[in-house]
T-cell receptor
Framework: EPEVTQTPSHQVTQMGQEVILRCVPI?????FYWYRQILGQKVEFLVS????????KSEIFDDQFSVERPDGSNFTLKIRSTKLEDSAMYFC?????????????FGEGSRLTVL | AQKITQTQPGMFVQEKEAVTLDCTYD???????LFWYKQPSSGEMIFLIY??????QNATEGRYSLNFQKARKSANLVISASQLGDSAMYFC??????????????FGGGTRVLVKP
């Protein structure tokens, strides 16, 4: 069964460093998303991406964050100058978009620890 | 902005019994969908079931069913014949309606279910 894959599964970084989280969405999906979940808290929407541009973003997704689809398969989240409060599980998701109810299929997450 | 309330932070259920997880929401969208996701201890988010706001019948998917009461803005998840593997966090999430192009989900705070043998 097709699935969303994310790398790395866990990354530890120093405060102020840049981090890139990578995702390979399901191949025929049109919409891509990043969510994050701070430990013990709810899952929060960061950004959605369609047709090579951001379609929607939350107030969390400030200038520190950027997303990119550098080729036909990868979808990346870049966090510039990480802060302690960026420590969280980051989930990539994709949805087919037009034919189905629009359920999101999530990857297993990338845990980011900022020291 | 959508507001989602899951009033039960945690629940115990006996194996093989049914459990109902509450979810109420507040949305101004005329057309929307309700999604439920399961998050086991391993952390991944697993889609369980969907209900469209204009669907006449309550959704069912295997052992999962939705008790959808549109007027009350309530979409409770019922898990029948609980299994040990059902122990997880369960999140309710309203999103856009069927065939929407792109579907930002807003998740509730979740309910932790522990199935006892």
């Amino acid at each position: 069964e097709p699935e969303v894959t994310q790398t790395p599964s866990h990354q530890v970084t120093q405060m102020g460093q840049e981090v890139i989280l990578r995702c390979v969405p399901i191949s025929n999906h049109l919409y891509f998303y990043w969510y994050r979940q701070i430990l013990g808290q709810k899952v929060e929407f960061l950004v959605s991406f369609y047709n090579n541009e951001i379609s929607e973003k939350s107030e969390i997704f400030d200038d520190q964050f950027s997303v990119e689809r550098p080729d036909g398969s990868n979808f990346t989240l870049k966090i510039r100058s990480t802060k302690l409060e960026d420590s969280a599980m980051y989930f990539c998701a994709s949805s087919e978009g037009f034919k189905t109810a629009g359920e999101l299929f999530f990857g297993e997450g990338s845990r980011l620890t900022v020291l | 902005a959508q507001k989602i309330t899951q009033t039960q932070p945690g629940m115990f259920v006996q194996e093989k019994e049914a459990v109902t997880l509450d979810c109420t929401y507040d949305t101004s969208d005329p057309s929307y969908g309700l999604f439920w996701y399961k998050q086991p201890s391993s952390g991944e988010m697993i889609f369980l079931i969907y209900q469209g706001s204009y669907d006449q019948q309550n959704a069912t998917e295997g052992r999962y069913s939705l008790n959808f009461q549109k007027a009350r803005k309530s979409a409770n998840l019922v898990i029948s014949a609980s299994q040990l593997g059902d122990s997880a966090m369960y999140f309710c999430a309203p999103g856009r309606g069927i065939k929407a192009a792109g579907n930002k989900l807003t998740f509730g705070g979740g309910t932790r279910v522990l199935v006892k043998p």
